[in-house]
């Protein structure tokens, strides 16, 4: 079924992305918060269908993120890891 509408659909197209946010989230003492309009206005240039982004410090200041700028987008984390406990 999946081949069938593939072959029906040729003209569709599937962007993948990824992007470095760089610390999202840390504490503002230590390094400057990231500019969330600015951010936006990079991930909404990509126009992926699917973005792998990194550096997730603060899982849940960027969920309300994605909330706020990208509402029809699904969210999904990994787990933490590396040194930086990032997601």
């Known amino acids: 079924l999946l081949v069938l509408l593939f072959q029906f659909n040729a003209e569709a197209t599937f962007r993948a992305g990824s992007y470095n946010i760089r610390n999202f989230g840390t504490d503002e003492n230590i390094q400057p918060d990231t500019d969330k309009a600015e951010l936006a206005k990079n991930i909404a240039s990509i126009q992926?269908?699917?973005?792998?982004?990194?550096?997730?410090?603060?899982?849940?200041?960027?969920?309300?993120?994605?909330?706020?700028?990208?509402?029809?987008?699904?969210?999904a984390l990994s787990q933490c890891g590396g040194r930086g406990r990032q997601h």
């Not at 990194?54 to 706020?68: H, L, W």
């Open 48 to 75: 992926a269908d699917i973005l792998g982004v990194e550096e997730i410090v603060d899982k849940q200041q960027f969920t309300q993120f994605i909330a706020g700028y990208f509402p029809a987008y699904a969210l």
